[in-house]
């Protein structure tokens, strides 16, 4: 109202305001210059906020500082000239990138609104890492009830297009009228012909498997024709070219072709690039467990007794590589367990962030254990950080349940051993700062809760679709708190754990907000 005041007043031809980011209220003030019956293009903001008082300590140099640019921006007004807007036709349709909780989510609800979506996930199935768990905090829901049933959503919904084992190779175009180039990988087997009978895998000329299972981290063996899990969508398996006797070494007697009655194999299926033409991008690319041989001193890769929260995972999940049983890898069941919390987190070796999530899963893992072992089980912990709902009650419970706690980081697992009980076992030497001493707990097996990275190509995915990211790899928001969803890039939206970490609930409601926001 002033502005306009202003501009009646004194018959202003010009406005000139000196405040905050343009990208922020550049068009509050446009409109209130229109409003004051002036072509909103005579309006010119100058940034003195993040260009001048959030980075300039001197007083003095400061002030000079706003005053310079407060003088470049009267100077730049006088020659702005009285634009119009344009309006064009704008494509309604939207593309998902990442296919686990946060983009299947996404691409259910705005298909469920009319929209047309285009789902793109780089794995030959979608469902993220949400697929690998066996149950879910604080409640212990079973995670395959919750995903599949939205899996099978998403490959039967009219309104989708999924683009399995497939990558973004290039992105042109501005809001509304995006080009997104998709590179489809080959898998060597038809997903319009192939049904998943699995006719191919017992045919194949492995009769074991024989290559490590990604999808079980490596704790079970598959053959070069494999399916990713018995839930995967689409249900449809796929030839490793790296495995396969015929790529490998051109003999083979590919009597995994001569199985399939639908002659859904081809060895010369070749990879494809398809233009997709869409109005809106919604990212949900995900995150990447840190690895736990960059901490060496935990015995990772050189103890068998040493295990990532995420191999735990499949252990514990009916469906994994010991059918749920919680066995070591001599098949002994571990009598004692050791877990140590922040592990690639709150840590200024390597990532400084909380991961938010592995308090939680943490205590979950030793329920499980527990109930399914009986072992005694010992938590290693900074500090128990449980702020979302029923997440305290869980602790509590676990507290009831007789697990041990002890607030010190794990200083070494060790095999190197003191007294008589410490026979072959691992040993957890960790400080208890509850109790100021130093003390040593035998393990049979030890599992290291780890944080939460960006992916290892997520600089590479942000200058595709030209949007920004933290220090750490994560993409970035427009604003934290006015627009947490939202990029520097009008049209392409966040939602998940790429935009940092977070657990499973703030994930969706993060992907329903962007779904929100594309439409």
Not at 5 to 26: F, K, T, Y
Not at 82 to 96: F, G, Q, R, T
Not at 277 to 292: C, K, M, N, R, Y
Not at 373 to 391: L, S, W
Request: overall charge neutral; glycine content about 8%.
């Amino acid at each position: 109202e002033l502005i306009q005041q202003d501009i009646a007043a004194h018959g202003l031809n010009r406005i000139v305001v000196a405040s905050c980011s343009p990208l922020m209220h550049e068009h509050t003030f446009r409109r209130a210059t229109e409003a004051g019956g002036l072509n909103p293009f005579y309006f010119q903001m100058a940034n003195i906020r993040e260009q001048v008082s959030w980075v300039t300590a001197d007083r003095a140099a400061a002030t000079e500082k706003a005053k310079a640019l407060l003088g470049a921006a009267v100077r730049r007004v006088v020659l702005n000239e009285p634009l119009e807007k344009s309006h064009v036709a704008v494509n309604p349709d939207v593309m998902v990138v990442g296919g686990g909780i946060a983009g299947i989510h996404a691409a259910l609800t705005m298909a469920d609104a009319g929209k047309k979506v285009t789902l793109v996930e780089r794995e030959p199935t979608i469902g993220g890492h949400m697929a690998q768990f066996d149950k879910t905090f604080p409640t212990l829901d079973c995670a395959a009830c919750i995903l599949t049933p939205k899996m099978s959503m998403v490959r039967s919904h009219p309104n989708i297009t999924l683009l399995t084992y497939s990558e973004v190779a290039e992105v042109s175009g501005y809001v509304g009228n995006f080009i997104v180039k998709v590179r489809r990988k080959p898998r060597y087997v038809h997903e319009d012909l192939c049904v998943g009978c699995g006719s191919c895998v017992e045919a194949c000329v492995f009769k074991e498997g024989k290559f490590a299972d990604a999808f079980n981290q490596g704790l079970s063996k598959r053959k070069p024709v494999y399916m990713a899990f018995p839930q995967a969508t689409p249900y449809v398996v796929q030839i490793d070219p790296q495995a396969c006797l015929h790529f490998r070494t051109g003999k083979c007697k590919e009597s995994c072709k001569a199985s399939c009655e639908r002659n859904a194999i081809d060895f010369a299926q070749q990879e494809e690039i398809r233009e997709v033409p869409v109005g809106a991008i919604v990212l949900a690319t995900g995150f990447q467990p840190f690895d736990a041989e960059r901490v060496p001193e935990y015995g990772y890769g050189q103890y068998p007794g040493v295990y990532t929260s995420l191999e735990v995972e499949r252990l514990v999940n009916a469906s994994g590589p010991t059918g749920g049983e919680i066995t070591l890898r001599d098949g002994r069941v571990p009598k004692a367990v050791g877990i140590i919390h922040c592990v690639g987190s709150r840590d200024h070796a390597t990532n400084k962030y909380c991961s938010r999530v592995c308090c939680m899963y943490s205590l979950k893992l030793a329920h499980l254990v527990k109930e399914r072992t009986g072992a005694e089980i010992y938590n290693f912990y900074i500090d128990m950080r449980t702020p979302g709902k029923g997440y305290e009650e869980f602790y509590d419970k676990l507290l009831e349940e007789g697990v041990h706690f002890i607030r010190g980081r794990a200083a070494e697992v060790t095999d190197w051993t003191m007294t008589p009980d410490e026979e072959g076992k691992l040993v957890i030497r960790a400080e208890d700062t509850l109790i100021g001493a130093v003390r040593r707990i035998p393990v049979d097996m030890v599992v290291l809760s780890v944080g939460l990275e960006a992916q290892a190509d997520a600089g590479e995915v942000r200058r595709l679709f030209n949007i920004s990211c933290s220090h750490e790899g994560w993409f970035l928001e427009r604003h934290p708190k006015l627009a947490p969803v939202s990029t520097f890039t009008d049209g392409v939206f966040l939602a998940g754990a790429c935009q940092g970490p977070k657990d499973i609930p703030d994930t969706v409601a993060q992907a329903g907000a962007a779904a929100a926001e594309a439409m």
